[in-house]
């Protein structure tokens, strides 16, 4: 139980296009689900969290322009980049939270995308 | 606001040989512990929790960690090690930030399980 999907895998594209990532929570209902961002050999940055109907709230120094967020369901997440640059490149990791006794604190993460912006 | 520190950048090891891996974090009155693995290229696995109750937490692959209060510290541990073991291993903190609940990780330690 408890799986959290991300499409893509991997995503190569064009300085200045959009890339948008999925987030899927297959067996539960994610209240919360959390974006991060993960430099080589570096720990997980939060970029931003958010609930299912509601905006989502930005870490500090994260562009709410340029990381757009959606939560629109409580079994998907999106975050698209917009205007890429090569310094966008990155590996970014989702994870999704359910609510309850069980659910109430722990992450699930997703396999992680691999951006490439050339 | 919490922090989560874990001293050891990384641990090399041979097969088979026993691993600590440390972790401590700040104090707080509530505490909500976690350890993920991260294997490359892929993103974080849930190993173990500490939430509440037995300070003496068992997780996946023979992995387990014990919740130090006086310490205030979360090692993890695991009395023989696999080859397969090798990858990165992160200490998380489980904290409340503006209404939700957030994780504070640690930097991470890469464990590296020598033949």
């Known amino acids: 139980g408890a799986v959290v999907s991300q499409h893509p895998s991997w995503v190569i594209c064009k300085s200045g296009t959009s890339v948008k990532i999925e987030c899927r929570s297959l067996d539960f209902q994610a209240t919360t689900m959390f974006w991060y961002r993960q430099f080589p050999k570096q720990s997980l940055m939060l970029m931003a969290t958010s609930n299912e109907g509601s905006k989502a709230t930005y870490e500090q120094g994260v562009e709410k322009d340029k990381f757009l967020i959606n939560h629109a369901s409580l079994t998907l997440s999106t975050l698209t980049v917009t205007s890429a640059h090569p310094e966008d490149s990155s590996f970014y990791i989702c994870s999704a939270r359910g609510s309850g006794a069980g659910g109430g604190h722990t992450q699930y993460f997703g396999p992680g995308t691999r951006l490439t912006v050339l | 606001a919490q922090s989560v520190t874990q001293l050891d950048s990384q641990v090399p090891v041979f097969e088979e040989a026993p691993v600590e891996l440390r972790c401590n974090y700040s104090s707080s009155v509530s505490v909500y512990l976690f350890w993920y693995v991260q294997y490359p290229n892929q993103g974080l696995q849930l190993l173990l929790k500490?939430?509440?109750?037995?300070?003496l937490v068992k997780g996946i692959n023979g992995f387990e960690a014990e919740f130090n209060k006086s310490q205030t510290s979360f090692h993890l541990r695991k009395p023989s090690v696999h080859i397969s073991d090798t990858a990165e291993y992160f200490c998380?903190?489980?904290?409340?930030?503006?209404?939700?609940?957030?994780?504070?990780f640690g930097t991470g330690t890469r464990l590296k399980v020598l033949a």
């Open positions: 500490y939430l509440s109750g037995s300070t």
């Open positions: 998380a903190v489980s904290e409340k930030t503006s209404g939700t609940y957030k994780y504070i």
